[in-house]
């Protein structure tokens, strides 16, 4: 009966829960304790945002991390959610030490974060002007906000006024905003507004980590991956890598696959490398797109399917990834996996070039070079073939693994 009884209260207290989350939780029971313990908001946001355990729900798990599980013999529960006062779950994420609620700040210039409603932002994508103006109001209206701070922060770096984004994110990490640290860190591995220095990055970088900032575990990862700033130790690269992954960030995901395609502190392994590009190929990593084409394109650790790697090149070049647009062109160029065609294999690495793919440039031009003259009509079929065959062994290939340099260039300063 006792269980029953403790099941219906469970049931109706998660319902609760689940549209309100209150600064205080009473729980009463026999022979044990009494608690009334106060959450914070900074508390409160921080429960939230931790994935519970399988089969538990996530408010029921906020209640165990503050008051343990508590399953003393001959319990008698009642969960009595005390109203003083009670904090919308959204409000409550975004209203940590005071923190304000969604404004255009975080609509412009915001980065996507866990619980937090707004889409998120790329570097790439915001609108310096607009952003400063939004965030400069922001920080007016809210100083102490840690969260608006950053995003100023990140829309002078757009803005390419380094210094004072540097200001800006500063003063977010003075009062332990992560992203923030995360930031300065990515400042000191690019060398903007600063001299570059690994070891300070780094410094920086670990501070976040010890927050739980993916993006900071990943980052270092990268660095000992390079040896920038540390020893090359591939061992603990992927240790930060997992760190990361194990929060579902696309970019240690990737870092994984990359880790095994290429054999770097493991055994080679294509059909594990596929496994993590899948997981952040999901996410919309264009490089682990990219990448998962390459493995059908060249057979490994899968059938080759020409075909199925059209369709991944395909997805990555839907995102502006240059690499991808050029295999794309080569597929058409060979007559792999689709009808060899040549005017479709210049389009698309005219494409590729517009994209910042400099080899590109080199297979159109070597493209038109055997292609000059030439009459698609009247030439035989085995005539046809002989000049592919001819070209093939003139142009480099470029099936190849986009190493993690790359996804650093674009990680870093987000």
Partial sequence: MTRRIITMLRRVGDSILRAR??????????????????????ECATLQRRDPPVGESRPFHLANHLWGDYEP???????????????????????????PPRNSCDDLVGKKMSGMAWPG??????????????????????????????????AY???????????????????????????????????????????????????????????????????YENGQGVSQDYAEAMRW??????????DGQFNIG???????????????????????AKQGNAVAQFNIG???????????DYAEAMRWYQKAAKQGNGIAEANIGGLYRDGNGVAMNYQEAAKWYRRAISHGCAKALWYLDSL????????????????????????????YRTNMYWTNRIINQQRYGR
């Fill in 21 to 42: 989350v209150c600064s205080s939780l009473v729980v009463f029971g026999s022979g044990a304790r009494v608690g009334a313990l106060p959450m914070t908001r900074r």
């Fill in 73 to 99: 013999h001959g319990l008698i529960a009642i969960l009595a959610l005390v109203a003083s006062p009670c904090l919308p779950v959204s409000q409550c994420l975004a209203e940590q030490d005071n923190e």
């Fill in 121 to 154: 932002v790329a570097l790439d994508k915001i609108n310096p002007s607009r952003a400063i103006a939004a965030c400069l109001k922001a920080t007016s209206a809210y100083p102490d906000s840690t969260r608006f701070m950053t995003w100023l922060g990140r």
């Fill in 157 to 223: 770096d757009k803005d390419k006024d380094y210094a004072e984004a540097m200001r800006w994110y500063r003063l977010a990490a003075a009062q332990g905003g992560a992203n923030a640290q995360f930031n300065i860190g990515g400042l000191y591995v690019s060398g903007r507004g600063v001299s570059q220095d690994y070891a300070e990055a780094m410094r920086w970088y670990r501070l976040a980590a010890a927050q739980g900032d993916a993006d900071a575990q990943s980052s270092i990862g990268v660095l």
């Fill in 241 to 250: 890598y997992r760190l990361a992954a194990a929060q579902g960030d696309a």
């Fill in 258 to 280: 990359d880790l095994y395609a290429n054999g770097h502190g493991v055994s080679q392994d294509y059909a594990e490398a596929m496994r993590w590009f899948q997981k952040a």
């Fill in 294 to 304: 390459v493995l059908y394109a060249n057979g490994h650790g899968v059938s080759q």
């Fill in 368 to 395: 038109q070079s055997a292609s000059r003259g030439y009459d698609f009509d009247a030439e035989s079929e085995r005539e046809r073939q002989s000049q592919i065959k001819q070209q093939q062994e003139q142009m």
